[in-house]
């Protein structure tokens, strides 16, 4: 079974750095065939199910100042040989606003959902480099 939960310490080390600091966040994704029960999305495709929680996190997400910079489908990996069915990139204004989102009451009600839906996943907290501000 792949990862689809947060690491806690890997948060907790987040929530360390420069909270006023920009940040994006890359999230690879691969769908369950089924989504797993319990989550209310029962009988549901992983892509359905994901599709659950993304109209529910939509309506979060700019409580916490997301925004979703690009999405598309991963098509081949060139180096290595993980095999991702979709990649999103969302900003965040403040490093603090995705820690305060992994915390609030409401996401965590809609995190099982995510969980449902995916066989494994990828979170990578990014800070630009290029092109310099």
Same mark, same amino acid.
């Given at each position: ?48 199910? %994901?599709?659950? %929680? ?37 900003? %965040? ?41």
């Amino acid at each position: 079974m792949g990862q689809v939960n947060k690491d806690k310490a890997a948060l907790a080390a987040m929530a360390t750095g420069d909270l006023d600091e920009p940040v994006v966040m890359l999230n690879l994704l691969r769908y369950r065939q089924t989504a797993g029960d319990g989550a209310g999305v029962d009988g549901l495709t992983g892509r359905e199910a %994901y599709e659950v %929680y993304g109209k529910a996190f939509a309506k979060l997400h700019p409580r916490f100042g997301g925004e979703p910079v690009w999405m598309g489908r991963a098509l081949n990996s060139i180096i290595g040989d993980e095999t991702w069915d979709v990649v999103i990139l969302v900003r %965040y204004p403040a490093r603090r606003q995705f820690v305060d989102m992994t915390r609030d009451p409401d996401y965590l009600a809609i995190a099982p959902i995510r969980a449902a839906a995916l066989a494994d996943s990828r979170l990578v907290e990014m800070s630009q480099l290029l092109p310099k501000n």
